[in-house]
Structures are given as C-alpha cells and as structure tokens.
C-alpha cells in the first residue's frame, strides 16, 4: 500500500503521484490512499480534479481518497511506501517525518527539507516532476 498524507494543494505533488501510480497500472495487489481535505478556497476543486485525472488514468479501482483523517498514524502502520513528489521546496514536510518515524520508506522530490533528511538508508530523492 503506498500512502500520501499532505493538504489538497497542487504543489504537493498529487498530480505527479497520480502520473507516476499510471507507471504501476500493471503490477498487481497495489493500492494508493491519499489522506487530506479540502481546507481552503479551491482546494475542493482541486480534489474533483484529483479524482476526475485518477479516472481518466485508468486508477480509479486502485487510488482512494480519504479525505481529512484523524487516524494518520494507523494508516502509516499500514501502509508499505510513503509518496509525496512536491512540486515546489517545502521547508519541513510534518508528514514525511511522521511517515520516517512510523518506519516507512519514503519517496520524495529532491527539494527544500526533505533533501536534506531523506537519503539512501530511508527513501528515494527523485528530480521534482
């Protein structure tokens, strides 16, 4: 199961990760849960746009979204990957930490904090896009 916890905001990478999860249309037993709502003015659309690419990329069977969770911790525990490709630097990614100290693997774009805590014993660091 690969997880993605972040607000609905495009330079969290979502659009990114949808494009990427495409790549894995043909392997078997995956999923994708993304975790986060709508918070501020345009981020619903922006979720009817996620769901809208999701199906026209052939994922709707396999990407879930969740919506605001109070359960992150649990659904870490389940998860097999961490996902978040942003698009633009983030200083210090809440989430991505969480994810490492839950134990997971994480991959992320090589930008502001996460390049400099992520490294080879712990995640993958891909060019942003």
Known sequence: MIIQVSRMEGWKGHRVHLRALKLLVDLPDWVCLLAGGAQR???G????GLELMA???GLADRVRF?????D???LLAASDVYCQPNEEPEPFGIALVEALWAGRPVVTSALGGAA???DGSCGILAPPG
């Open 66 to 70: 969740l919506g605001h969770r109070s």
């Open 72 to 74: 992150v911790r649990q």
């Open 45 to 48: 659309r922006y979720l009817e």
């Open 41 to 43: 003015a345009g981020e």
């Open 116 to 118: 400099e805590i992520v």
């Open 55 to 57: 199906h026209d990329l």
